[in-house]
T-cell receptor, first 113, second 116 residues
């Protein structure tokens, strides 16, 4: 069975500090990994994805993520957090051509001024 | 949210009533999906369709039904058999329903359904 874990329900960080939102996965086959962000009462917005190649992926709004195959992780990072980054973040994985995504439970990020 | 519209944004239903949630996309995508979001549970797949006139059950299909008569439309009906329908419902689409694992999945703005 495919699964994604986001071990932290909440992450709090001060504005200007680096942030990390953690994601680990368990899949059979090659993983294709995605990060999405959700603002209150809105749909999910795509941030970035890892398909193949360079393990460090850069995405929208200054976010990046590092794929680590040995640790089966895909942590989301940003060097300097903004208050406007406060939102719900989802990690997701796809392993087949069926296209469906398996989502983690989400991590609420709060950046305080 | 661009290219995928969901209506209505808020929907109230009395117990025992069926309701239909609309999802339309103008992205010419083959595959479409319905997810349910509950607090602290992430997104769970209800139904998906890889091509017109074909669809498959997801992980929590009981009490729901769908149709895919047109490429751009994938309505979801929440039936009275769904025991706990109050949730946020999200529609999504992929460019290629048949073969690309690398496609980005795009989401609509969602419909919040409340059962009174």
């Amino acid at each position: 069975a495919q699964s994604v874990a986001q071990p932290e329900d909440q992450v709090n960080v001060a504005e200007g500090n680096p942030l990390t939102v953690k994601c680990t996965y368990s899949v059979s086959g090659n993983p294709y990994l995605f990060w999405y962000v959700q603002y209150p009462n809105r749909g999910l917005q795509f941030l970035l994805k890892y398909i193949t190649g360079d393990n460090l992926v850069k995405g929208s709004y200054g976010f990046e993520a590092e794929f680590n195959k040995s640790q089966t992780s895909f942590h989301l990072k940003k060097p300097s957090a903004l208050v406007s980054d406060s939102a719900l973040y989802f990690c997701a994985v796809r392993v087949s051509t069926l296209g469906r995504l398996y989502f983690g439970r989400g991590t609420q990020l709060t950046v305080w001024p | 949210d661009g290219g995928i519209t969901q209506s209505p944004k808020y929907l109230f239903r009395k117990e025992g009533q069926n309701v239909t949630l609309s999802c339309e996309q103008n992205l010419n995508h083959d595959a479409m999906y319905w997810y349910r979001q509950d607090p602290g549970q992430g997104l769970r797949l209800i139904y998906y369709s890889q091509i017109v006139n074909d669809f498959q059950k997801g992980d929590i299909a009981e009490g729901y039904s769908v149709s895919r008569e047109k490429k751009e439309s994938f309505p979801l009906t929440v039936t009275s058999a769904q025991k706990n329908p109050t949730a946020f419902y999200l529609c999504a689409s992929n460019p290629d329903g048949q073969g690309s694992s690398t496609d980005t999945q795009y989401f609509g703005p969602g419909t919040r359904l409340t059962v009174l």
